[in-house]
């Protein structure tokens, strides 16, 4: 490892360099460190998004009961909704972590580093991740595990990515003890780039496991006033993306809300302004009232815009029917046996593809492609369907659980 950490060095070097002289630097903005007075052993989580914290959750729950919990992101809008999660969490973002990483590190002891789901190879997936993160936690003697594995396949975003991936990549898949990974293709993948056949299990997605079990809803206290809605019928369309889909369940939801039914919609990136911008642009071209969950104040309107993180579980807990956004989490509504839709032409890219094909070849959802479909779906009087998962012994947590135990590389017995 000495030839690694001289490169390691050597890369540092020119990358403050080249930031110099492009005039950049760091952040200077002040982070909130933890009590230096007590430092304790703890399990940290790299992890991007609420989906793949939600996918990944009751694994986290389970592993990690007692022990404490540092959760790194590289989007500062999801730190809200990932502490909901875990109210006791230190959740900090990936250039936080960057800015004070000894700190951190000698305050919160890393025993594991847990990866959600991506990144499974360096920068090919949808978000920032650092190698400096792994080569710190493998430094703290942490095992490094990367569970839910999936691989989007995304092209390097930019040189210094390009640069840092043919450098350590070699590296970084030694470094990584364990993957648990999602399909065949994504261990094949793994093989491809040399990394060890024997550190790698194949376990059907997380986001399975749910179907076994009755849904539970943690309401949030917006949620709860949908109660006062209890007379009326609530379609929820979640994780929309782009005007298209906007369009598609406006239009097809003009007869549901004359009547008296409530529409939700939840754009996948509330963050992105334009979006909301647009959903009120088409509502009022269509004399449609509405108000936003960020307002805290769900009144009388026909139109609830869900604008915040971490609500639609809830708030697919307490709808009727349910229309899911292309390439997004199907399981969930169907776990609390809500008729459930969605729109042709998913991608091979998303994780989530596997299970539309499930869903769509055991008939647990309908298809709707115009506004007249949607009309259709909203009218029509839907039984739930019998749902016949895939072979298989236990649940997809408890295969890692206990594959993780046979590894000795469980927190219990590393701590």
Not at 19 to 34: F, T
Not at 193 to 211: P, Q, R, T, Y
Not at 338 to 358: L, N
Request: proline share 3%; charged share 25%.
């Amino acid at each position: 490892m000495i030839f690694e950490s001289l490169v390691w060095k050597v890369y540092q070097c020119v990358l403050h360099m080249a930031l110099r002289l492009k005039g950049k630097q760091l952040s200077n903005k002040e982070i909130k460190l933890p009590d230096f007075s007590t430092t304790k052993d703890c399990v940290w989580v790299f992890c991007t998004t609420i989906g793949e914290l939600n996918s990944c959750h009751e694994f986290l729950d389970n592993y990690t009961r007692g022990l404490s919990l540092v959760i790194v992101t590289d989007k500062e809008i999801y730190k809200e909704s990932f502490l909901r999660k875990f109210p006791d969490a230190y959740v900090i973002t990936l250039s936080e972590y960057k800015k004070a990483s000894k700190q951190l590190t000698t305050v919160l002891r890393p025993v594991q580093f847990i990866i959600c789901e991506i990144p499974c190879l360096l920068h090919e997936s949808p978000c920032r991740f650092d190698y400096q993160i792994i080569r710190d936690m493998h430094y703290h003697k942490a095992s490094i595990i990367v569970i839910n594995g999936w691989l989007y396949k995304d092209k390097v975003s930019c040189r210094q990515d390009y640069i840092e991936k043919k450098l350590f990549e070699p590296y970084y898949l030694r470094f990584v003890d364990y993957f648990f990974v999602q399909n065949y293709f994504v261990k094949n993948e793994l093989l491809a780039k040399g990394c060890d056949a024997n550190k790698i299990s194949v376990i059907l997605s997380f986001k399975f496991d749910s179907l076994y079990k009755e849904a539970k809803c943690t309401d949030t206290v917006d949620a709860k006033n949908l109660e006062a809605y209890s007379s009326r019928n609530i379609f929820l369309a979640g994780s929309l993306s782009g005007n298209v889909e906007f369009d598609l369940v406006i239009q097809g939801s003009k007869s549901f809300i004359d009547n008296g039914g409530l529409l939700i919609i939840a754009p996948r990136h509330p963050e992105i302004d334009s979006n909301i911008v647009y959903i009120v642009s088409a509502l009022e071209k269509e004399n449609i009232s509405y108000t936003k969950l960020s307002d805290r104040n769900i009144n009388n309107q026909q139109v609830l815009i869900v604008d915040t993180f971490g609500d639609l579980p809830a708030l697919l807990y307490h709808s009727d029917k349910v229309y899911i956004g292309k390439n997004h989490n199907l399981i969930e509504p169907l776990s609390m046996g809500k008729p459930v839709a969605t729109s042709d032409g998913w991608s091979h890219q998303f994780s989530t593809h596997e299970i539309f094909k499930f869903c769509y070849d055991q008939n647990l959802i309908e298809l709707c492609n115009t506004p007249e479909d949607i009309q259709s779906f909203l009218l029509c009087n839907r039984e739930r369907t019998n749902i016949y998962l895939p072979v298989r012994k236990d649940s997809s947590v408890n295969l890692v659980l206990e594959e993780l135990k046979s590894q000795g590389l469980s927190v219990a017995q590393k701590c």
